[in-house]
């Protein structure tokens, strides 16, 4: 059975960082591509990376490029997003979820329960 | 990036009612259209893939269509477990993006 569990979240300051985890079970990093989601009340929700399951190819929204990388250890079944120069409107509920299939990017399933992060000062 | 609008915003309905809810995107998408059901304090749960494709486990009385711009999800029967947001979710060329939402509640 396919679970997700999402940990790391709290309240940092506007510039600072955090790093999000998602322990993962019930299938491989080699196998499905592992996505970030996150959701604010002012922005819905909103795609924010993605690692495809060659490990290498990374994908960013454009609110977060350059800011926030996405990164796995296989060897700890575990997905990251290491969060830089947060700032006020990343606050919001991420969600860490995988492809619904090894061959087609374009489902999240599942999903993990999420972690709250609120940037503020 | 792509934008997906979804109507109406808040949809109030009946146990037993036909509902039918509307996504559209400001471009061509072909089908790649899914469809998310969630609950308040929960994670989305995906209904429909591929535009018209049922996940696994979901009811038979979700169903979705459409292609191109346009696409709908019905549910032919409201059910009480039914009531919650619903999203719509585009993929193109690795950027993915969603809906507002569509809140279906209790009328």
């Known amino acids: 059975q396919v679970q997700l569990v999402e940990s790391g979240g709290g309240v940092v300051q506007p510039g600072g960082s955090l790093r999000l985890s998602c322990v993962a079970s019930g299938f491989s990093f080699y196998t499905y591509g592992v996505h970030w989601v996150r959701q604010s009340p002012g922005k819905g929700l909103e795609w924010v990376a993605y690692l495809r399951s060659d490990g290498y190819n990374r994908y960013y929204s454009d609110s977060v490029k350059g800011r926030f990388t996405i990164s796995a250890d296989s060897s700890k079944n575990t997905l990251y997003l290491q969060m830089n120069s947060l700032r006020p409107e990343d606050t919001g509920v991420y969600f860490c979820?995988?492809?619904?299939?090894?061959?087609?990017?374009?489902?999240?399933?599942?999903w993990g329960q999420g972690t709250l992060v609120t940037v503020s000062s | 990036d792509i934008q997906m609008t979804q109507s109406p915003s808040t949809l109030s309905a009946s146990v037993g009612d036909r509902v039918t809810l509307t996504c559209r995107a400001s471009?061509?998408?072909?089908?790649?259209l899914a469809w998310y059901q969630q609950k308040p304090g929960k994670a989305p749960k995906v209904l429909i893939y591929?535009?018209?494709n049922l996940e696994s486990g979901v009811p038979s009385r979700f169903s979705g269509s459409g292609s191109g711009t346009e696409f709908t999800l019905t549910i032919s029967s409201l059910q009480p477990d039914d009531f919650g947001t619903y999203y719509c979710q585009q993929y193109n060329s690795y950027r993915w993006t969603f809906g507002q939402g569509t809140k279906v509640e209790v009328k």
């Open positions: 979820a995988k492809d619904q299939t090894p061959t087609v990017s374009s489902t999240f399933g599942p």
């Open positions: 471009q061509s998408i072909s089908r790649w």
């Open positions: 591929m535009a018209s």
